[in-house]
């Protein structure tokens, strides 16, 4: 996989930055609908992946991950990944023009929350395997069964996109939260943070969109998503716990004054560095539709997780005792380090698509 050097922001995108970390910043809570109808009304974020012609502002990948990376310095607890990117990138990926026109415009100001009904209780976010099924009735009404899990938002959309089996094909649905045969249940999650749901559906009514859906390149984007988010995560734990060592006194002198912690903050900003640089690569190659986007994802969300969950533990340990109270943060985002890890499929298993790939020669996996 050749070496891409990540495109610099650019004046529009540090305004975009600047903007959404402004906001966060005046918010009192980090987090809920009310933040996230904030954001949408004040600066577009639910628009952003969404073309001009359904409503949206027609951006992509670039501008996606500096919002990403901002949510994830304050643990933002919005619909951004499963709404805006996810479910919204399936919906574009059916090819659905009536769909999307009906759909797409609500998503993109905020005022409807979708959700993506996919994966099993397995959580591998297989394209190839999904948790429903659909058939027909006499009368030619689709019907949906199955349940779903680890559905992001799943308990607070308005609006649910369900891949189900249709014999050996896999066709999208939109299936209304409240219709008869539907049940979506808040799972309990190590974050507290981030909205996943338990979706269950029986003899639900359903409305085809498109013909079959491929989810390799929604899951893909979402992933790029993702990692920028843990990125964003990574660098503000980084600053929280450098200012710590520099208060922290022992044996007469800030902890951060010892060689041998400056050497573990050095490694640590060369983690976060370089999460920072594989997300952006990935954004960018999603950005230019690159061939080996598949394996660029794979590698961020990978390289990314592993990055957060090292830059975390270490901040819980340099934090001692305070850490493990919950007035302070460093225990949520040590949360947020193990959640975000599992979602999309855990290191391992994108690790192993890389592996794949690069023995077949594949540049998609």
Request: proline residues 5%; negative net charge; charged residues 20%.
């Amino acid at each position: 996989m050749p070496e891409t050097v990540p495109v610099p922001d650019t004046a529009d995108l540090l305004a975009l930055r600047d903007s959404v970390r402004g906001l966060l910043a005046r918010q009192a809570e980090p987090g809920g609908l009310s933040l996230w109808r904030r954001m949408c009304a004040e600066i577009g974020v639910a628009g952003l992946a969404v073309p001009e012609r359904f409503g949206g502002a027609g951006a992509g990948p670039a501008e996606i991950r500096v919002v990403q990376e901002e949510l994830g310095r304050v643990l933002a607890d919005t619909p951004m990944l499963g709404s805006a990117v996810l479910a919204t990138e399936v919906l574009l990926a059916s090819g659905d023009e009536a769909a999307a026109a009906r759909l797409l415009p609500g998503l993109a100001d905020g005022s409807q929350v979708a959700a993506l009904a996919w994966t099993t209780s397995a959580g591998a976010w297989d394209p190839a395997v999904v948790a429903c099924r659909a058939a027909t009735t006499a009368g030619g009404e689709w019907q949906i069964d199955g349940e779903a899990h680890y559905v992001l938002d799943g308990d607070r959309a308005t609006v649910l996109l369900v891949p189900a089996l249709i014999g050996n094909d896999i066709g999208l649905f939109e299936v209304t939260p409240d219709a008869p045969g539907v049940t979506a249940s808040a799972a309990t999650t190590v974050d507290q943070t981030r909205h996943l749901a338990t979706v269950g559906l029986m003899g639900a009514p359903g409305l085809r969109i498109g013909g079959q859906v491929d989810l390799a390149r929604p899951r893909d984007l979402a992933c790029i998503a993702l990692a920028a988010e843990q990125a964003g995560t990574a660098a503000r734990a980084l600053e929280i716990t450098v200012e710590y060592t520099k208060t922290r006194v022992q044996f007469g002198r800030p902890i951060g004054s010892f060689q041998a912690l400056q050497h573990r903050m050095a490694d640590l900003h060369v983690l976060v560095r370089a999460a920072r640089s594989v997300a952006r690569a990935a954004a960018e190659a999603a950005r230019r539709n690159a061939p080996d986007l598949a394996l660029r994802a794979a590698t961020a969300k990978a390289y990314c997780s592993e990055a957060l969950r090292d830059v975390t533990a270490e901040m819980l340990q340099l934090h001692g005792a305070i850490a493990m109270t919950w007035e302070h943060d460093a225990h949520r985002y040590f949360k947020r380090a193990h959640g975000a890890a599992m979602l999309l499929g855990n290191p391992a298993q994108h690790v192993e698509r890389i592996a794949a790939a690069v023995i077949d020669g594949r540049q998609s996996v």
